[in-house]
């Protein structure tokens, strides 16, 4: 499935969306060049998962929990958010010193930069590529204002993914 996001806001969306469809032992592998709206798109995965504390790229602590929010008629308790940035990761060795696999089975495990390092910590994954259009500057870039479209593309593996209707903008 590829979608053309137009907007942050409308990336944070996508986010929810893709939310709608996760169960505690997914594990996402998202995919970009810097500032194509990872971190943004976490935002919205958090958001729809109803999970506790602000979601930032984890780039120097490399991983972070956010758990579920528990209580309150429209909280279910659903599964926690791990969110990993393997961008400074080169070897499976320093993604297994994370322990992911521990979390992986009661969470929603997204990764960073995880391209070539965590397909193997589970037989299903969600993949998805982020890109910004050619020429797009970065969002520190005065002539931009860093929200410019992005395109997405969703494409599940394994038989966890069979048949899953997902979403897009």
């Known amino acids: ?3 053309s996001v137009p907007s942050a806001a409308a990336m944070r969306e996508l986010g929810e969306l893709i939310a709608g469809v996760l169960r505690p032992g997914d594990l996402l592998v998202l995919t970009g060049d810097l500032g194509a709206g990872k971190t943004t798109l976490t935002q919205g995965i ?5 999970v506790r504390g602000d979601i930032t790229s984890p780039t120097f602590v ?3 929990v956010h758990p579920a929010l528990t209580g309150g008629p429209a909280l279910t308790g659903g599964p926690a958010l791990v969110h990993v940035d393997a961008y400074r990761l080169e070897t499976l060795s ?3 010193d994370l322990d992911l696999d521990a979390d992986l089975s009661e969470s929603v495990t997204v990764v960073e930069w995880g391209e070539g390092l965590v397909e193997g910590l589970a037989s299903d994954r969600l993949e998805v590529r982020l890109a910004r259009p050619r020429g797009a500057s970065g969002p520190d870039d005065p002539e931009t204002s860093g ?3 992005r395109t997405v593309r969703l494409r599940g593996f394994g038989p966890r993914w069979a048949g ?3 979403p897009s903008i």
């Open 1 to 3: 499935m590829t979608s």
């Open 46 to 50: 958090g958001a729809g998962l109803q």
């Open 62 to 64: 490399i991983a972070r």
């Open 94 to 96: 320093e993604v297994d």
């Open 147 to 149: 929200d410019e479209p």
């Open 164 to 166: 899953v209707d997902l």
